[in-house]
């Protein structure tokens, strides 16, 4: 059964840094693309980031580029999320999510999913 967890968030100033963790289990990391999306309530999942099984290629919201980094260490089975100079409109619930196909900004393509870790950027 694959299980992500993630961990990281919590509540930070506009402007400081975060680096949320998700943790695989049940599946091999090295072959999965794995993303992160940003739930608000009331809105749909929304895409922030992804990154090939090999790492090559990663692929980031136009709203994030330049600010986060999407990482992975397969030997830790766990992928990361650097996030600088977070703004208020970052605020939401950070989801980690696998696929066995390409990388995907569509939520539907990555049917496991962790639970979410709280992301809230004050003003």
């Known amino acids: 059964q694959v299980q992500l967890v993630e961990s990281g968030g919590g509540l930070v100033q506009a402007g400081g840094s975060l680096r949320l963790s998700c943790a695989a289990s049940?599946?091999?990391?090295?072959?999965?693309?794995m993303g992160w999306f940003r739930q608000v309530p009331g809105k749909e999942r929304e895409f922030v980031a992804a990154?090939?099984?090999?790492?090559?290629?990663?692929d980031y919201a136009d709203s994030v580029k330049g600010r986060f980094t999407i990482s992975r260490d397969n030997a830790k089975n766990t992928v990361y999320l650097q996030m600088n100079s977070l703004r208020p409109e970052d605020t939401g619930a950070y989801l980690c999510?696998?696929?066995?196909?390409?990388?995907?900004?569509?939520?539907?393509?990555?049917?496991?999913w962790g639970q979410g870790t709280q992301v809230t950027v004050s003003s």
């Open positions: 990154i090939r099984a090999s790492g090559a290629d990663a």
């Open positions: 049940g599946l091999a990391l090295s072959s999965a693309t």
């Open positions: 999510a696998a696929t066995f196909g390409s990388v995907s900004r569509v939520a539907f393509a990555y049917p496991h």
